[in-house]
């Protein structure tokens, strides 16, 4: 596993020069589960949630340096899962 991965390293091309490094926001995609986001992020210093029939919403909110609101979508019979990610613009 760990060749496998250090060969698809190889094979990306170089940032070009004078590019920001990329985020671990940039790595969270839709769909992951929240374990996934806790190892990219950390653990969220604050959680919403809203209640709705049958399932929640529930919203990690992250300050500076990572600027960003995870939202998730908790239905029941169904673990939680990324619904939308947005950067916090400063």
Do not use: K
Request: positive net charge; aromatic residues 6%; proline residues 17%.
């Amino acid at each position: 596993m760990t060749a496998l991965l250090l060969a698809l390293a190889l094979l990306q091309p170089p940032a070009p020069e004078g590019s920001d490094p990329p985020r671990p926001l940039d790595r969270v995609q839709r769909g992951m589960s929240q374990d996934e986001v806790r190892r990219l992020l950390g653990p969220p210093p604050r959680v919403v949630r809203q209640v709705l029939f049958g399932r929640y919403v529930e919203q990690w909110i992250y300050p500076p340096p990572v600027a960003a609101r995870v939202e998730f979508l908790c239905e029941r019979n169904h673990p939680p899962a990324v619904r939308t990610i947005r950067a916090n613009n400063p």
